[in-house]
């Protein structure tokens, strides 16, 4: 038996250092654009305040990127250190997408970032703008392997278990790339990361125009953020929705449990705007629904139901009852290969093997389960309602107070001087966490939600560990949370510095705050 | 459509020429980290010698972080075992790793000298620490490493971390650091000018030295100090579902000679090492930084293939379990997959290996004392 106390640290330990990845990833994925913009403007007009925002707004990207290098090997090592069975059992299918992404995009970003702080002088504008478009390609060839690897976990298309590796193998590698939900990730991930890119140099910039220094430069900045904010802020809500729609029951399951939604209502559903939940009576003290919009949302029909979450449990419990036999078979072949009613009945059963192997986190021997015990492995196969409806419902909230800020902001750049609203510059500076927080908690809601399974399905999140020692993941959390802390710590001062500082900490003459010449 | 024992054998060629990759391109900027604070002396001689790698280093330790990749996709049950079974090892490597990004970005950032010098030690201890545990699991492996499987081939590793810095081990890693070291010497000679430059071939020449004398104490050690090697004893059927525990494995004293027996010419590996380890040290003494760059490049293929070729088909031995071994045959993913990662590393690998060049192209010349001063801001 596995002890829980280990899986519990194992599970922190990843989600620690995945959502303190993700402080970087996004600004990384969407600052890139914005320089890829300046600079297209700066070959095309030739204007030099062009080429100092993509080196100004470079230079801050360079510090936000060396953490994103940082921790995103951490992510890479992790699946082997310790999630060493997750590797084995879908290494096959899991293992291609990770690798393919290094071949095809981080030596293309990696390479070129290096000449885009290092080129300017030795490189003609344009093979610099190619660089640095080349770097763009690669960070966002970055963003759509790891979806699509993230998307298979979600709905583990293309692959079939194989009782004699003891593993899950691929059998149709198009159908893992073109996977709906890792597609609809990706371009939802994608365009929250644009947004991200934009509020940083919107907000950024509101402080400079508030001070009113480096205006010519500020304001320039500020156009292009609002600008490509509202494209990006539009498009994360929609291919948000997009998100929802896809079909599929891991996300079933998310829909239920993030609209809190108990019982399968008649079609089209309610959207319930708020409620009390209680999870203990697995049901809600008092709701505020919006009728019908969730089944539109939800199914783009009138007519088909949405799954509520006693229904989805009742399903589940038939299957854990059916993946017994399926486990009881495997273990079967496993000690004598040649037994073909086990394989018969494997075959015939396999399909819920996954949901048999939930059994193992209360019994090594499944066939002495009680029903007790499948009762709690039912409970199980629906995360807790609470976070995911709230964090579900902070996300969204973010994603349209942004998409208010950035429509304002761009109607104040297009209309007149920016600098005519304060208010609006202000609310700008104070909204800079807010794509962050909505990062994070879509990390929640997509990863969280897909508990108790690591894919879904298929493999409980509870075997996928590896088989260490509960004082090594003691261990190892203390040296990461030590680790990232004195990291954040420094790079939070340098982009404080270098923002305060501004465009004259390039050194070229040209704008306020010039640091003295050593 | 390639065959299934053709593939498994094009994948343990692959990830060799990944390994290979991986020590010779982060390898010379791991080893100019580890040269650092040794060859420059002052804030501005230090800045020359980062700034030699400042453009290339992210780059290059992509080779690292694909080459893993890669043996997640292709062999998934070695990734599993070894990363786990290693868990402080390879932490510790990943924490050493940590000071790179940060140690290059941010060390020029702020003028501060205990600011700055902290990063140099940093960037010292990113450019060392990989490559001398990277060699203290080589030496590991050549020994067995304790490990075993269960039906459901969940591993478990039963050793502990202080038993991996075993004296053998340890030789090992000096191989490989030295190895590092001077490849980075090399590089560094090349790229520099004056009193660094001059530092940085003595230090490669030393490095040479060093590596070639522990690489033949090595070889001795495993000849006639007892290490026993692991010989498969069951037939083997290159095409058959990989199953490690479908075997059964001997250790012998001379099981790590037997493919040197059968194929004399593998016998130019360890040829290559120890020749182009002297090359590269004549070579940058006498100022033909280039060639010996090359020369260094040729020393580290044969020494990682010397290691490789003893141990075929073996990747990861175990010492308690020996049958569950993981071998070419039996570790490796499925033929589709094999087959698919296959082409992918065929198309990109040299497109990589193309732009790579080009962007050494690009920064090509000595990094000089006078570029650092005149570029205060901008560099690193």
Redesign the interface.
Known sequence: MIPEQLVDLSRLQFAATAMYHFLFVPLTIGMVWLLVIMESVYVMTGQVVWKDMTRFWGKLF??N???G??T???L??Q????W?????YV??????P???????A???E??????F????D??TKTQHLMVTLLMAVGTNLSALWILIANGWMQNPVGAEF?W????M???D?WAVVFNPDAQAKFVHTVSAGYVTGAMFVLAVSSGYLLKGRDVAFAKRSFRVASAFGLASVLSVIVLGDESGYTVGEAQQTKMAALEAMWETEPAPAGLKLIAGINEQAQKNDWEIEIPYLMGLIGTRSVNKQIPGIHEIKARNRARIVNGITAVTAL?TL??HRDDAQARRVLEATKGDLGFGLLLKKYTSDVRQATPDMIDRAMHDTVPRVTPMFWSFRIMVGLGFAMLLLFGLSFWSTLKSDCRARPWLLRAAVLMLPAPWIACELGWVVAEYGRQPWTIYGVLPTHMSV???SVN?LY??LA?FIG?YTV?LI??VY?MQ??ARQGPG???TGRYQHE?A?? | MIDYPTLKILWWLLIGVLLIGFAIMDGHDMGVGTLLPFVGQGDDERRVVINTVGPHWDGNQVWFITGGGAIFAAWPLVYATAFSGFYWAMLAVLWALFFRPVGFDYRSKIHNATWRSTWDWGLFVGGAVPPLIFGVAFGNLLQGVPFGFDDYLISTYTGSFWQLLNPFALLAGVVSSAMITMHGGTYLAHRTEGAIQQRAARGAAGAAALMVLAFLGAGLWLKFGGIQGYVITSAIDPGALPDPLAKTVARSADAWWLNYHGQPLLWLLPLTGIAGAAAAALLVSARHTLSAFVASSLAIAGVIGTAGAAMFPFVMPSSTQPGASLTVWDSVSSPLTLGLMFWATLIFMPLIVLYTAWAYRVMRGKVTLAHIRANQHTAY
């Open positions: 360079g510090i990127f060396a953490l290098v940082t995103g090997i951490t890479e090592f699946f082997g250190t310790n060493a069975y997750y590797s084995h290494g096959d299918i899991f293992g291609a990770l690798a393919i992404e290094g071949l095809m981080f030596f293309l990696s390479t070129f970032i290096g000449l702080f290092f080129g300017w030795r490189l194989n004699q590796t003891m593993r193998e691929m059998t590698f273990e496993r000690k590896s088989t260490l090594s261990g190892s040296g680790f990291l420094v790079e340098l510095k270098f900490s390039l050194g640091p010449h050593a």
